[in-house]
């Protein structure tokens, strides 16, 4: 068979893989065959989804997996694999690349009929590293999801009673790391959003950057909140971090805190296309060892800053480019987030979402920012 100009193939859901949505706009819990080929896209669906994706999909083409089956002549029990392989066969494709990740079993069924298989390297769609316009008003309306849960957690927070002994209360009750994720996740869904491993983080637990956080909150100590829920509506993400004490801050705290800030300031400051997220970075690590704050082994754990100053965001919470990894360009999205982290004072991050523009960034988050509430 003739091979044809390599064609873009992705079976996936759509609820799950990023590059399926961004190519169909059209979430299906389950995977289906998408196909670009000399310019058109198409998809084949099961019958109980194909009249809604001939509504809602962005594409050229919805084509009935059913159908396409008793026109491929191929037996009602045909696999996945053999008939995907069988309709790229019909449509003469001899040659198809695939996300990196594709899964190896299919990729090895369709070579068997002959098809050429090639990964991707890198990105498969490379255009979802700049965002457009629309992608832009996606991204707020989630920012705006993520900021209907963050101001129920500081509502919660600011009318939790301090007890003498420590533990903040709450409705009789105390107020644990668990009852006010829900609180928080709870505002999240009321707005729309989808939330997912939400992170409130008090004390010892906001040392370590990715402990969710369990147990009661204690007044006077560094609470962690860090929100990254997805919008219903778009797949899109938002993603925010304030880091509050209930009650008052220490000296110590107030500096280590300060210091975070000021921090995110140098960075959100030095970013423009071309600079190098790397030394930025850097600089940040530089300026917070000024502050009385390196990032080194202490006692067998880490302290100071030991994570990336941030990430892309869109259709996936990370995605890129990697801030560290990267010279910013127009259109690319990121969080902002640094963050120390010090035992025998606690943790602080503070986030916030940027698009680089073609003179230095717009901030797509707005939420305030306050040490003491």
Known sequence: MPKSPTARLIVASSESDADM?????????????????????????SDLEVDRG???AKVDEVLSLSHEREKLRLPEQTGFGELTAAFLRSRKIG???????????????????????????????????????????HL?????????GMARGMEVLKAAEITKRGPLKWGG?????????????????????????TIVAGGLQACDPHERGHGPLRADELIILDLFPRDTRSGYFGDM??????????????HLWETVRAGQKQALEAMKPGESGKEIHEEIKEFFAKKGFPTEQHEGRWRGFFHGTGHGLGLEIHESPRFGQTNFREGQVLTVEPGIYWLGIGGARIEDVVAVTKTGIKMLSRFSKELEI
Do not use: M
């Not at 190519?23 to 000399?38: N, S, W």
């Not at 299919?106 to 298989?117: F, M, P």
């Not at 004490?245 to 107030?254: K, T």
């Open 21 to 45: 949505l961004y190519a169909t706009r059209f979430f299906v819990p389950d995977a289906f065959v998408f196909l670009q080929h000399r310019g058109r896209r198409t998809i084949l669906l």
């Open 54 to 56: 001939r509504t809602e």
């Open 95 to 137: 040659r198809v690349e695939v996300p990196a990740a594709f899964p190896l079993g299919l990729a090895r069924e369709i070579e068997k009929a002959g098809i050429d298989v090639v990964p991707a390297n890198g990105l498969f769609w490379k255009e979802r590293e700049c965002k457009t316009d629309e992608e832009l008003k």
């Open 140 to 148: 707020r309306c989630a920012l705006a999801v993520t900021e209907a």
């Open 173 to 197: 009750k105390p107020l644990t790391s668990e009852r006010l994720r829900a609180e928080i996740d709870t505002a999240i869904l009321r707005a729309g959003g989808l939330p997912a491993n």
């Open 241 to 254: 971090t304030r880091t509050v004490v209930r009650g008052r801050a220490s000296d110590a705290q107030r």
